[in-house]
């Protein structure tokens, strides 16, 4: 999606406005005991509540809200009927439809105080996703933005995932130009004005291969290493893109 008039950006804001309101709120509900099973039905709820579809249930074979994804799944964890615990590490992906527009954007927060392992993963996964926005503007590559997320992972000590990636998004959930999360500066698709971005990386304290769980969906590190996700909205726009999903000053620790 490229906005071009006005009233579009007056829309996917409100759209973005609620989908991040309805993520804060799931964050604000994780603490020991819930499961993911739970926070996917109140997901649910609020979408109700705010008048707006769930975007993943349209994609084809899911039947759920969200991606909640713990420690060792790294992306499109299905909601399982597990209590979390202390020390986990929990990443909520969400979307909704509010009056034809897509959202997409991914939180990762810790259950509790963590350890310093995973308090540097974090870190690393939040840095690797927020140092590169600022290069989303007019002119740019796709793949000046996956070359500097890898770099923040891999200076951190951490891989990157190369089989899941950032997308376009707007009057669909995945629109063009892809973003993986690795490249070479100055090559890929070049960023036009207007552009709507999900910006997003897994990143990994693992080699960064996936095993897919037997529900089909969950992907898993291939040693047990434990993932965090970020993922944002912006808009493209020719000297500072627009961050629309707005959660950089979000805690990290519920």
């Known amino acids: 999606m490229i906005i071009t ?18 993520l804060k709120k799931l964050g604000e509900d994780i603490r020991v005991g819930i499961t993911p099973e739970e926070l996917d039905i109140k997901a649910g709820i609020l979408c ?5 579809k769930p975007a993943f249930k349209r994609v084809k074979g899911y039947n759920f809200n969200t991606c909640i994804s713990v420690n060792d ?23 909704i439809i509010h009056r034809g527009i897509y959202t997409d954007h991914c939180w990762t927060w810790s259950l509790g105080k963590p350890n310093m392992d995973a308090k540097k993963l974090i870190k690393a996964g939040k840095e690797a996703v927020e140092n590169c926005i600022p290069l989303a503007i007019t002119g740019n590559y796709t793949g000046d933005l996956g070359y500097e997320m890898e770099r923040v ?3 951190s000590g ?18 063009s130009p892809d973003i993986p999360a690795f490249g070479k500066q100055g090559s890929g ?5 207007g552009m709507v971005i999900c910006i997003e ?24 290493g434990n993932s965090v996700m970020y993922e944002y909205m ?6 500072k893109p627009e961050v629309l999903t707005k959660m950089r000053n979000w805690k990290t620790v519920v």
């Open 234 to 239: 912006v808009i493209v726009r020719d000297k």
């Open 5 to 22: 008039r006005p009233k579009q950006e007056a829309l996917l804001k409100e759209a973005t406005n609620i989908s991040t309101l309805i």
């Open 48 to 52: 109700k509540e705010y008048s707006v």
């Open 153 to 155: 992972a891999k200076s």
């Open 73 to 95: 799944v790294a992306v499109h964890g299905i909601p399982k009927n597990i209590p979390l615990k202390k020390g986990d590490l929990i990443s909520i992906d969400f979307g």
């Open 201 to 224: 990386c897994q990143v990994v304290d693992d080699d960064g291969r996936v095993i897919i769980d037997d529900d089909g969906w969950s992907a898993k590190t291939a040693n047990g």
């Open 189 to 193: 698709e070049v960023l036009r004005d």
């Open 158 to 175: 951490y891989n990157i995932l190369k089989m899941f990636i950032g997308h376009g998004i707007g009057r669909t959930l995945h629109d």
